[in-house]
T-cell receptor
Framework: GENVEQHPSTLSVQEGDSAVIKCTYS??????FPWYKQELGKRPQLIID?????GEKKDQRIAVTLNKTAKHFSLHITETQPEDSAVYFC???????????FGGGTRVLVKP | GAVVSQHPSWVICKSGTSVKIECRSL??????MFWYRQFPKQSLMLMAT?????????EQGVEKDKFLINHASLTLSTLTVTSAHPEDSSFYIC????????????FGPGTRLTVL
């Protein structure tokens, strides 16, 4: 099955700086890669996703890039704000395409 | 749109009892719902895929007789933890996928189960 690795596990940045989280996946048949943000004790919220037919997608301060050849994708947050502090999870849908495999998560702390 | 609710949000029960958790898609139909388990400071671990009108598909290592899943309608799936023990204490989260969609999942708020 699909295996997703996520790095780093923790990330501390100064407010206003950029944050980058990287994920690698094992199944070349994966074609859908969502990113979720989870605040403490709350539900994961979909913040952005990308499909394998594009290499980059941007939504305001958030962007995701995908390198299918290398089987990795990254989340970029620019101009970080304290409210960006949360745990971020990447995921991939695998060959069957009907379920998501999640990375281990990255705890992001934005220091004011 | 795409709101998913869970009930209860938290539950405390005695060892040996059974607990039922409901997952509802409030403003859309979901042919497929998923049940995850999340330990503190860890990732989401898929337990089973719940398909409306058919038997759930369980992930390797998840006991189907322990974690009973029913998906009787396009807006409701239930997870019953039978004969709960302290090691079943965890955060259980469901997600729902829009009917006709092949991938995007929307998560419920989770249920924190504590077994004494």
């Amino acid at each position: 099955g699909e295996n997703v690795e996520q790095h780093p596990s923790t990330l501390s940045v100064q407010e206003g700086d950029s944050a980058v989280i990287k994920c690698t996946y094992s199944d070349s048949a994966s074609n859908y890669f969502p990113w979720y943000k989870q605040e403490l004790g709350k539900r994961p919220q979909l913040i952005i996703d990308i499909r394998s037919n594009v290499g980059e997608k941007k939504d305001q301060r958030i962007a995701v890039t995908l390198n299918k050849t290398a089987k990795h994708f990254s989340l970029h947050i620019t101009e970080t704000q304290p409210e960006d502090s949360a745990v971020y999870f990447c995921a991939a849908n695998g060959a069957a395409g009907n379920k998501l495999t999640f990375g281990g998560g990255t705890r992001v702390l934005v220091k004011p | 749109g795409a709101v998913v609710s869970q009930h209860p949000s938290w539950v405390i029960c005695k060892s040996g009892t059974s607990v039922k958790i409901e997952c509802r898609s409030l403003d859309f139909q979901a042919t497929t719902m998923f049940w995850y388990r999340q330990f503190p400071k860890q990732s989401l671990m898929l337990m089973a895929t719940s398909n409306e009108g058919s038997k759930a598909t369980y992930e390797q290592g998840v006991e189907k007789d322990k974690f009973l899943i029913n998906h009787a309608s396009l807006t409701l799936s239930t997870l019953t933890v039978t004969s709960a023990h302290p090691e079943d204490s965890s955060f259980y989260i469901c997600s729902a996928r829009l009917a006709g969609s092949t991938d995007t999942q929307y998560f419920g708020p989770g249920t924190r189960l504590t077994v004494l």
